[in-house]
């Protein structure tokens, strides 16, 4: 943040902040997700914590990072062709993992509905290790957007 | 990339860890506020327990390799007002996190007091203990703290 602040317009600040509070938001809710969902152990709370995590922190994390970064990327008036590799890395991030994260959220509200049942364990464990994954990529991501590889 | 730039990457990944953290425990304050059996306060501490090793490296990272970079960069010093601000807010957020934390400590005190004694607590008592008003009040105002720290650093007031 502080090499952007060298050479960033003022004008540039507000969706940053936007951007950078939904990413901490998103990664909180994504964080919390998966170890509540590891840490459950058949626990029903936990599971529901997990699952509530992802669509009510996680879900509206991504969405304030993504309406950020949409803003900043038309305030900065990048071209086609000259992103560099930070940005591609952002946006392979958001947006696939965009997609991976309502994959996430679909996988584990099915196997939720079906918790009553005695079924549905597996789902919810495939929305763990998905909410893993992201955490993953979020970090590559945080890492590329401040560092700015290449 | 060169140093600076490996320092401002760790500094950032320290800030998220502390940042992202604050919000897992928001997740659980809301979740644990129901939570009245010694069984679910304990299982609910094993994630705040990953939790808080995660924000105490979180916060002594974004210190550390920010004052690594305030140093650093010929741009910046330790002593400009905006770095001077994010620090002392750093540490008020700090302060108030860990007086969160000890209230929020309590319940998992009694549940584990009780599970050693085999019982599951009088009814209300940890429900009374997880929703702690001067714990919600101390996390509040960290989480507050951080983002007007978030502020700070982005806008770089004086810089």
Redesign the interface.
Known sequence: ???L??IRP?DW?LP??VH??G???L???V??AA??LA???G?A??LR?GYY?LLA?ALP?WILMRVGAQWIYDEEGFEGGEEPTWLAIGWFTADPGGALLVVALVLGGVGFRRLGDDKGSGLLKATMVISLVLLAA??VA??A?????G | MSVDDWILALHVLSAFAMAGTLVVYWVLIVAMRNIDTASDTIAYARVATLGSRVVIAGTVGTLVFGLWLAISKPEYQPWDGWVIAAIVLWGASGFTGSRAGTEYTKPLVRAEELRAADEEGAPGELRALNRTSAGLLMHTLSSLLIVVLLAVMVWKPGA
């Open positions: 943040m502080s090499t602040a060298v003022d600040n940053l902040f950078v509070l990413a901490i938001v990664v909180g809710g964080a919390a170890s509540a840490f459950a152990r626990n709370g936990m914590t995590s922190v994390g979020y970090v945080i890492w957007m401040s560092g700015k590889p």
